[in-house]
């Protein structure tokens, strides 16, 4: 059973701080990259960060560099995503999700599309 779990969202001030987790089962996640999404109300998902666990290459979104760093703990299948310094431009669902690595992930990690399994995402919310 292939699942992936999102949590640690909830409400921050402007300027604050969240860490998310992602935790995968049911697959290796030594054959899979996973990426992280964001998709506020009315708004278009799109790509927030990603890493490969081929070879460790990550990749950001860049309204995200320099304030967001993505992680992994191959031991317990868990995925990180650091956010700092987060704006209102941040509150959104937050989803992690999982793509194979046979796809050029330099070109794609930031599509919907080259993902085959999604977690149900976690609320973050960022008001003052």
């Known amino acids: 059973q292939v699942q992936l779990v999102e949590s640690g969202g909830g409400l921050v001030q402007p300027g604050g701080s969240l860490r998310l987790s992602c935790a995968a089962s049911?697959?290796?996640?030594?054959?899979?990259?996973i990426g992280w999404f964001r998709q506020a109300s009315g708004k278009e998902r799109e790509g927030v960060s990603c890493i490969s666990a081929s070879d460790s290459s990550t990749y950001y979104a860049d309204s995200v560099k320099g304030r967001f760093t993505i992680s992994r703990d191959n031991a317990t299948n868990t995925v990180y995503l650091q956010m700092n310094s987060l704006t209102p431009e941040e509150p959104a669902v937050y989803y992690c999700?999982?793509?194979?690595?046979?796809?050029?992930?330099?070109?794609?990690?930031?599509?919907?599309?080259?993902?085959?399994?999604w977690g149900q995402g976690t609320q973050v919310t960022v008001s003052s």
């Open positions: 049911g697959f290796d996640l030594d054959y899979f990259a």
């Open positions: 999700a999982a793509g194979r690595l046979i796809l050029p992930w330099a070109s794609v990690w930031y599509a919907s599309a080259a993902y085959e399994y």
